[in-house]
């Protein structure tokens, strides 16, 4: 039976066509063959175009290649739970010598992460991602690791970073990813969790600051620092400073901070124009809960910026991104008001699963 049958297509009377008795099948290395099932045999050549051809681009987002026990490639559909033999990427195949494609991919709003990584092999590399059991850090972590990564899920929740690791792990069995206990609200985890990570004895290529909270309450920590700032900012700035030989004895590496556009609408000087670092931990009579997480942002900001001015010698560089405007996620769950604002927002803002894809365009640009 004809390969475009097999694929639930219309006959046509296309040179493309396969002849009855014929399949079309691939190779380890993507090189289409054709068997002739009635002779028993194969060929390279297309039995009527007599073109060679292989298969373009990479297998679908859940398709894994194997091999059995007799050397035949067939291919895991992990999203439906099948497997089969026709290779899903034979409906993309090109000539043996095709012209040059334009190497120059673009980006839109709606690219997603999993389509900015298409192609990259991440295998070798170790990622660590704070605030990775959800939202922005989890589609990362997932896009990471389904690309072959090393994955490490710095979260404060022990479990709901293990149930995400678990949700990653059903979309590819074969994922190497973890879970390690990370409160950026207390100094002492930041140092158990450096510490803990260093005994795994394991290189660090990308280190991602991407947890934060927004709108919360007025509190102190236990290091009597005011919440927003220590876990928005300090936390990964001592995070940072604890790992920061490992990045370079692992360098080409890379440092992404999750920043945001809201840190335009602040500063950290006073009425003279003079640096006031009381503003960054303010009292609770002087505290709004927008202000200090606008003064974070803008805290990472400059911290990226003295980072890769400072390690950037070293192969190690620093980028702060802005996750989009209005980009919906669980970070408004600390008050209701925000609940409202962010909901009435959300038919026009970009979901979370899978769309994200600035941290990856930023890490992978440059990391071969």
Not at 82 to 91: Q, W
Not at 148 to 171: D, F, M, P, Y
Not at 193 to 218: T, Y
Not at 296 to 309: A, G, T, V, W
Request: aromatic content about 10%.
């Amino acid at each position: 039976m004809a390969a475009l049958k097999y694929a639930g297509l219309d006959d046509t009377d296309s040179e493309e066509e396969l002849p009855p008795g014929w399949e079309e099948r691939t190779t380890k290395d993507g090189w289409v063959y054709y068997a002739n099932h009635l002779e028993e045999r194969t060929q390279w050549d297309h039995p009527k175009s007599g073109k060679r051809k292989r298969v373009a681009g990479d297998l679908p987002y859940g398709w894994e290649q194997e091999t059995d026990e007799n050397g035949q490639v067939y291919f895991v559909d992990h999203i439906n739970k099948r497997t089969t033999y026709l290779d899903p990427r034979l409906a993309f195949t090109v000539d043996d010598n095709p012209m040059k494609p334009n190497a120059k991919q673009k980006y839109d709003g709606n690219t997603t992460a999993m389509e900015i990584l298409q192609g990259r092999d991440m295998s070798g590399k170790v990622a660590i991602i704070t605030g990775a059991n959800s939202g922005i850090g989890f589609e990362t972590a997932k896009s990471f690791a389904l690309h072959g990564a090393h994955v490490i899920l710095a979260c404060r929740n022990a479990s709901k970073a293990n149930e995400a690791v678990q949700r990653i792990l059903e979309e590819w069995h074969k994922a190497k990813v973890e879970a390690m206990t990370l409160d950026l609200g207390s100094l002492s985890s930041i140092r158990d969790f450096a510490e803990a990570f260093r005994a795994k004895n394991l290189s660090l290529h990308v280190l991602i600051c991407n947890a934060a909270v927004f709108g919360v309450p007025w509190q102190l920590t236990a290091d009597s620092l005011e919440s927003t700032f220590q876990v928005n900012h300090l936390g990964h700035f001592y995070l940072v400073q604890l790992l920061r030989d490992l990045l370079c004895r692992s360098a080409p590496a890379r440092v992404v901070v999750v920043s945001s556009e809201s840190h335009r609408f602040t500063e950290i000087k006073d009425s003279s124009g003079k640096l006031d670092l009381n503003m960054l931990s303010p009292a609770k009579k002087e505290y709004w809960a927008m202000l200090a997480y606008n003064r974070s942002k803008l805290c990472n900001i400059l911290m990226s910026n003295e980072l890769n001015r400072q390690l950037s010698p070293h192969g190690v560089t620093s980028n702060a991104v802005h996750p989009g405007n209005m980009m919906y996620s669980s970070l408004h769950q600390n008050w209701w008001v925000y609940t409202l604002l962010f909901s009435l927002a959300r038919p026009f803002t970009k979901s979370m699963v899978g769309e994200w894809c600035f941290i990856p365009l930023w890490i992978i640009s440059k990391m071969h």
